[in-house]
């Protein structure tokens, strides 16, 4: 009994210690959001003892305090930050709800449909997920010119989508395979159609595989940064380009920065919060398939 | 009040107003008592009967533009309301301050909206490129990097051709009052002007007056002393603080702007009159030499910094001087961002160790002169769907007025403008504290009579962004060699590159 | 014919309209790219004369005589072999670690988690600034325990810059292996494990051979997903070295892009891309084959 109860302490303590481990850049970073530039740069490095400040967070987010003041510092100064944030989350979460239905859809006939060139079709959706970004960015950025696609919320919720379907596809269609087959083929011997099975059988049952999609879908267009930058221009920004913007000239802003950085963690961690739950119910049941 | 005093006073005051700690009622009335009306407060500079204001006028007047600039706005713009315009340009102050703060003004009076796009250098690079080569016109303006502006000559209108269009022309715009070397070494290319200097940093010499005081060190007049000053310094102080820093990241072009300061400094060119590189001649070798002992003096993270870090090691006391872009100096004044506030001195750069190449002696244009200059200017796009709303915008943008607000809000950055160094405005705020304007003098004079300007040709981009750091870095990292065995290489691959054109 | 196979015959079940929207859309937005750079890489853009000229194959030649090339492909593999084995092996660790519905374990889960969600190229500031080596705290705890020579900053000597970049991609990304890795395990049945408790098989054995022949699928699919996208890495790079110092950091992708916008090379870019797709192509393909991944 004690050799168990002192292994699992030993476990949770190294689990504490490895996730702190992990944990550890954010707090640093967060903590740079908060910092005067003096104290970003102090040798030996500054971990707890410095005077914090909201300076950077009402210089990013515009929340002035009626100072009324005109100063403008390199790379900081009244940057409205806030509507990138919005524009994150738009194009976040639609691309992800249009990649999900898609790959869904996509998926279960992969799964549950023995065609000819099964195999290879899934390659091929795997090979579409290979190209290097400036090689699509480029002939995408003609398209979305001709098109009248550039600089819309459709165009990056389409190229977005896009970019995630192969993944989950992929994600979906195993977690499909998860589910046995047997359970649509009773629905059938019922009478039922393919597609109500699907809906009313089968997609239930995925809850927690679909979430664990969504969740990656959803980081993967959050912080994605080529092709927001090369299809937008001043209508909508994602956060990953707009923080670029404070490296000037006259250096990088690092307290500004920091804190678009830290403010837009907290919208992409409540989304996974609010799938967290069906993560991991969903995820435990089935059994693996070989 | 005795002169110094109220020149003291103002200051102070200037500085609280700046600060956001007074408000502009009480700043105007400050002001006003200390002499200084309408005419000091910017509005009436001299023999301009465009610009005189009354002093009741000034006393109302807030720290916003001048009200006959914003008529004729509103009056040549009234066609073109409700067009918007795009421009992408580099997160410099200039662009900063307007993006910010002066925009706002602009549309109100003109009815033209402005949108603006900041980005890191290499991107604004790869808009453009992008633009340029597709001609979509999906930005009406340029921002052009004095390195480019080869590449872009074909792609802006020549402001002087637009000048001649007496309907959009602003009044008083003086398109002579740019600084002309400035215009030589960022805006000309081959006879044409590709817009007009926007915005100018150089190199000066910038270093801590008390650590040189205590030390007795000579003021870094010529290179030896920076170098023997440098070196005492590390001694006596290393690793604490060291003498001097760099910015020499490899295959990164800070480390070429800190090349060329060198090597012109020593007489030296990057090519010759033939268009051959000749970095690697006796003046080339004795400038790498000195590098080579002036690096030993430098904080050992120079190899990894571009001028961000170089000046965050001196705002941070870690090094004592440095020959960088003046646009740091009120950075170094801000006590909040950094540790050596009112510590800072500004002079020219080093004199060279001997006379500096001509611009006969060199080719593409190259200006040898110890103060590098990073310049770009503002153009408008001939693929621009909307070009006169646009270079209604770029004369607003790069106006004597405006300028001089920029330099006030904009953190005492170099102006363009001759009028704009004599500036009230602007001279006020030549005190110690953020957003300062006392090394203002410095930078005019470094312009007038100690520049460098790189060569312009279509090639450079990539000679000076690439070829010539990447082996430079090598070289500093033990790569490569001898200092002559890198230069040689790096003869070979420059020309090879000019040749294929 | 038993009942069953006929009872399935009536049931219509073409695949075409369930794959019809991804195929559409992938169809659009990837082929033309393909045939695009294809194209692209038998022309050259010529600044001067603002236009695209044929130019046959010298592009691909100029690829093949390239050192530049061979090199970037060089450091793409190391990058690409190093970080993907470190990521598999830690991430399958700490998958193993934080399997369990211990107290808070839920909790660590989600802190674990919050890594992807910082853009890569923040991410890469941050570790810019972490291992800056005058103020970064990296530099400086390695310097304390005098594993860092202070002369010798981590992004700039070239035998640890890789080092310096691979930092923020493993801290970055072994998190979602463990995430993959923990949907993997949560699915596992309970029997076999039963069965091995009754028989007194070690730990290791367990591991060795009932977790991970059941987890082939999953480590399969996580193998291919970060490995393309390690092929293709770019974000860190740019942001932290740009390539350097020297080139020791240079990769593929960002040599396409440097050539593509930096130089105008719109060509020799598409050149690069197309091969870096070829080689990813290869790989994975090659992949398949041996792990006998069967969709």
């Known amino acids: 009994m004690n050799a168990s109860v002192a292994s699992r302490t030993l476990r949770t303590l190294a689990a504490w210690v490895v996730v702190g481990l992990f944990f550890f850049p954010i707090y640093y970073w967060t903590s740079v959001a908060f910092k005067y530039g003096n104290d970003i740069f102090s040798r030996p490095p500054n971990l707890f003892h410095f005077t914090p400040t909201f300076d950077n967070f009402q210089k990013v987010f515009g929340i002035s305090l009626g100072r009324g003041g005109v100063t403008v510092t390199p790379g900081g100064g009244n940057f409205f930050m806030a509507p990138r944030l919005w524009d994150s989350i738009v194009v976040a979460t639609l691309s992800t709800l249009v990649a999900i239905v898609i790959a869904t859809l996509a998926a279960y006939a992969l799964s549950r449909m023995n065609f000819r060139g099964r195999h290879q079709f899934v390659n091929w959706v795997l ?27 459709t165009g990056m919720v389409l190229i977005h989508a896009l970019m995630n379907l192969p993944l989950a596809v992929l994600l979906m269609k195993s977690f499909f395979d998860d589910i046995p087959a047997e359970i649509d083929e009773s629905a059938i011997v019922d009478g039922a159609s393919r597609f109500t099975i699907f809906r009313r059988i089968v997609l239930p049952m ?85 | 009040m005795k002169d110094s005093m109220r020149k003291a006073y103002l200051a102070s005051v200037t500085d609280r107003f700046v600060k956001g700690q007074m408000d502009r009622r009480s700043f105007l009335r400050a002001a006003g008592k200390l002499g200084l009306g309408a005419g000091a407060l910017g509005m009436g500079l001299g023999a301009r009967p465009f ?53 706002q003004y602009f549309e109100e009076a003109s009815g033209i909206k402005i949108e603006i796009e900041v980005l890191p250098l290499e991107q604004v690079l790869q808009k453009l490129t992008l633009d340029v080569a597709s001609s979509l016109g999906t930005y009406d303006l340029y921002y052009i990097d004095q390195s480019w502006a080869a590449n872009f000559s074909q792609d802006v209108f020549d402001p002087r051709e637009q000048l001649k269009n007496a309907d959009l022309a602003m009044p008083n715009y003086n398109i002579d009052d740019f600084l002309k070397p400035l ?118 993270g120079v190899n990894g910094w571009t001028w961000d870090g170089e000046g965050q090691s001196v705002a941070q006391g870690v090094a004592a001087s440095m020959l960088s872009w003046g646009e740091f100096f009120p950075f170094f004044d801000d006590p909040k961002a950094s540790k050596v506030s009112g510590l800072m001195e500004a002079i020219v750069p080093p004199k060279p160790t001997t006379t500096l190449r001509t611009v006969q002696e060199t080719a593409f244009g190259e200006i040898p002169g110890v103060g590098h200059q990073g310049g770009s200017s503002l153009a408008v796009s001939k693929y621009s769907k909307a070009p006169d709303a646009a270079w209604i915008f770029m004369q607003w943008a790069t106006s004597a007025d405006t300028q001089a607000l920029i330099t006030v ?50 090639a450079w981009a990539e000679i000076s962004s690439d070829t010539i750091p990447v082996a430079l870095g090598k070289y500093f990292a033990g790569q490569s060699g001898s200092a002559k065995d890198t230069m040689d290489a790096l003869k070979s691959q420059v020309d090879e590159i000019v040749a294929k054109g | 014919m038993t009942v069953a196979q006929v009872r399935r015959m009536s049931v219509s079940d073409s695949p075409i309209p369930w794959l019809l929207p991804l195929v559409a859309l992938l169809l659009v937005f990837t082929v033309y790219p393909l045939f695009y750079n294809i194209w692209l890489s038998f ?140 949907a993997g395990l949560r699915a596992l049945p309970r029997e076999p494990y039963e069965a ?100």
Request: with cysteine.
């Open chain 1, 127 to 153: 090979s579409t997920r290979m190209m290097p970004p400036v090689a699509v960015a480029v002939p995408m950025f003609f398209i979305y010119k001709g098109f009248g696609l550039l600089d819309t919320f």
């Open chain 1, 206 to 290: 995925a809850k927690g595989g679909i979430a664990a999609t969504a969740v990656l879908c959803f980081i993967f267009s959050w912080t994605e940064f080529l092709f927001a930058l090369t299809l937008t221009t001043t209508g909508l920004k994602t956060v990953p380009v707009v923080s670029s913007t404070f490296v000037t000239s006259i250096g990088t802003a690092w307290g500004n920065m920091a804190a678009l950085g830290a403010a837009s963690i907290i919208p992409a961690f409540i989304f996974i919060l609010l799938v967290q739950k069906h993560l991991v119910r969903g995820l435990t049941m089935g059994s693996l398939k070989q």
């Open chain 2, 51 to 103: 610009w005189t204001m009354s002093q009741a006028q000034a006393q109302d007047q807030e720290l916003k533009p001048n009200a006959d600039v914003m008529k004729w706005l509103a009056d040549v713009g009234k066609p073109f309301a409700g067009t918007t315009l795009k421009l992408a340009t580099e997160s410099t102050p200039p662009s900063n301050a307007i993006a910010t703060q002066l925009k």
């Open chain 2, 183 to 300: 215009v030589d070494g960022i805006a000309m290319y081959k006879d044409t002007m590709v817009g007009v200097p926007y915005d100018i940093p150089i190199f000066i010499m910038q270093y801590r007056k008390d650590i040189w005081d205590e030390l007795k060190l000579p003021t870094p007049t010529t290179m030896e002393d920076l170098l023997n000053a440098s070196k005492a310094i590390t001694d006596a102080k290393g690793p604490n603080v060291y003498g001097t820093s760099g910015q020499m990241k490899s295959g990164h072009y800070s480390l070429e702007c800190d090349w060329t300061a060198w090597l012109w400094g020593h007489g030296g060119s990057i090519f010759d009159k033939d268009g051959k590189f000749c970095g690697n001649d006796e003046r080339g070798l004795e400038a790498m030499a000195y590098w080579d002992k002036l690096k030993a003096t430098m904080p050992p």
């Open chain 2, 409 to 458: 809000l904009g953190g005492g950055t170099g102006p363009t403008r001759t009028s704009v160094y004599d500036d009230p405005r602007v001279k006020a705020n030549a005190r110690v504290g953020a957003g300062t304007t006392r090394h203002l003098p410095v930078v005019r004079e470094t312009i007038a009579n100690y520049m460098g300007s790189e060569p312009d040709l279509p």
């Open chain 3, 43 to 182: 022309h050259e853009y010529v600044p001067r004369r603002r236009a695209l000229e044929y130019v046959g194959l010298s592009n691909w030649q100029q690829l093949w005589e390239d050192a530049r090339f061979w090199q970037s492909l060089t450091i793409t593999f190391v990058y690409f072999a190093v970080a993907l084995v470190i990521e598999l092996v830690l991430g399958m660790a700490i998958a193993l670690l934080l399997d369990s519905d211990g107290f808070g374990f839920g909790f660590l889960r989600g802190l674990l988690t919050m890594t992807l969600v910082i853009p890569p190229a923040i991410a890469g500031m941050m570790y810019l600034l972490m291992e800056d080596p005058q103020f970064g705290v990296i530099s400086y705890f390695l310097q304390w325990t005098g594993l860092l020579d202070p002369a010798h900053p981590i992004l700039a000597t070239a035998s640890t810059a890789l080092a310096g970049v691979l930092l923020p991609e493993i801290w970055q990304w072994t998190p979602f292996m463990v995430l993959i890795f923990l």
């Open chain 3, 196 to 295: 091995a408790m009754i028989d007194g098989a070690s730990q290791w054995q367990v591991f060795r051979r009932i977790t991970l022949p059941m987890m082939s699928k999953v480590i399969a699919i996580a193998v291919l997903i970060r490995g393309i996208d390690l092929f293709r890495v770019f974000d860190y790079v740019f942001v932290m070295t740009s390539g350097g110092p020297g080139t020791s950091t240079y990769t593929l992708s960002l040599y396409a892009w440097q050539q593509t916008f930096s130089f105008v090379k719109w060509g020799y870019g598409a050149t690069l891309s197309l091969v870096t797709l070829a080689i990813i192509l290869a790989v994975a393909s090659l992949f398949i084959k041996v792990a006998k991944v069967r969709w």
